[in-house]
């Protein structure tokens, strides 16, 4: 028996030191394909904590004890780099600036002014302009001489003579040996890339983007670090650093275009009670983002109970065909059917209208596009509350429902006062968890009505939630502003947190009454 043991435990063991050596041969490439960029950025913290989870995984695994140990780790990790980390930097994305203009630091910001005063040099030279990425990835300027047809590569350490281009028949530059060259989407598309690109020419000289072409050029712009100032000799503005907001302005108070990031303190979180354009959106916002939430759990809850109630008759016949056929819209992909049901509210050729001969238009009035969400929401939600009121009622104690039977609470008294509280001690939970994901519900919102109606000049829509409202202030207005975004999402985080802990406790005052 022993011989046997043994014989069967050795394969175990080797097969188990090989998957081991596997594992922690991929944990150590992946640490060195990510300290790689660590140590280029100079992130010294970033490569020393990568370091220390490197070595606490290897600790944990090379030895046979500390064996629940192996089995937090990789969860622990993955919570802390995909919840906890993201929470910390959210929040302290909502003490800053952060946004379109001010995005880089103090030194990119004062480079950047000083490259939008470049002015064309008498008898300077002219390029037509594309745009590419080098076999390393740099981004380069493919420059076309308009004079001589000579062809350059410009990048951050200067000007290079460019052999073997194609041109077109312009004569820009279409293709370059170790050289990709961007098409005109990709050159839409990434000019905040460009935009950070300075190609240096001389002391005081470089070359300046202008569309799809580009010229040699000085700046007449310069910085002081005494005054901490930007100066432009051409028109005499003078821009000082306030370090306060992150922006060079003049005496008058105009800002210069480009800013950089600085901690402001709680400034985005007392715009929202201080500022009243920012107070009354947030506020209209906030009262119809809990409405929709508590509707979409209370209509779901009402109509999946109802049906479950309906369809745990025992006496009932073809229970499973109608079961089936309940938890269809449930088992659709919800981002399809979105987008049906978008269609199905079109005010000219939606089902909606044809069927009751309606001539509403859904998406012009705020309360008529708040019911559409609504309606929508509810036919999507329902067969899951139906699914779980299903469970509920049928774990029931049937005791607990013969004797109400026996003291005379038969129908309505015996749901109220018997059935209701025992699945809602089981529910709430669920319940809860419903209603903080609908309030999250973004892709409710923005598939379905894209926040419409807007007013106008209004950034806010009638159907916006503070979702939609935090998402449109980061990436869908004419200008971004992360700080502030984060800072919505912040409150949106201490509502359905407060929220749910009054709900909670309210069912732990439930239980104990009903145990």
Known sequence: MLDQRSRTAGPTTAAGLIIKIGVLAVVAAL???????????????????EAAVVAIVFYVYLQRRAVQLKYLIPGTLLLIAFQILPVFLTVGTSFSNYGDGHRVDKETATEAIIAAGVQQTPGGSTYLLAVGESASGELTLLLTNTED????????????????????????????????????????????????????????????????????????????????????????????ADDETGT???????????????????????????????????????????????????????????????LNKPSMRGTKVYRALMILPYAMPSFAMLLVWAQMFNRDFGLINDLFNLNVNWYGGTWSARAMVLIANTWLGWPYMFL?????????????????????????????????????????????SSFAFNFNNFNAIELLSGGNPFKAGDAVGGTDLLITYAF?????????????ASAISVFIFLIVATISAVMFRFTRNQEDVYS
């Open 472 to 484: 449109r202030q980061a990436f869908g207005a004419s200008s971004a502003d992360y700080g502030f």
């Open 149 to 240: 047809r000579s062809t350059w590569a410009g990048t951050e350490e200067g000007l290079v003579e460019l052999e073997g281009a194609t041109l077109d028949e312009a004569g820009r530059i279409t293709a370059a040996p170790d050289y990709t060259v961007w098409t005109l989407a990709d050159l839409n598309e990434r000019q905040g890339e460009l935009a950070e690109l300075a190609v240096p020419t001389g002391e005081d000289s470089g070359i300046k983007v202008q569309g799809l072409s580009a010229f040699e050029g000085i700046s007449t712009r310069s910085y002081d670090e005494a005054c901490d100032c930007i100066t432009d000799s051409a028109t005499g503005t003078v821009w000082h």
């Open 388 to 432: 779980i009121s299903l469970g509920a009622l049928q774990a029931l104690p049937s005791d607990s429902l013969e004797a109400a039977k026996i003291d005379g609470a038969t129908g309505v008294t015996a749901f109220r006062k018997i059935t209701l509280p025992l699945l809602l001690i089981a529910l709430t939970p669920l319940l809860i």
């Open 248 to 310: 060079f302005v003049t005496d008058d108070g105009k800002a210069a275009l480009v800013g950089w990031r600085v901690g402001i303190g709680a400034d985005n979180y007392l715009d929202v009670i201080t500022d009243p354009k920012i107070r009354g959106p947030f506020l209209g916002v906030f009262a119809w983002n809990i409405m929709f939430a508590a509707g979409s759990v209370l209509f779901t809850f009402a109509i999946g109970l109802g049906t479950a109630m309906a």
């Open 31 to 49: 640490a060195v394909w990510a300290a790689l960029p660590l140590i280029a950025a100079g992130a010294w913290w970033g490569l020393a904590l």
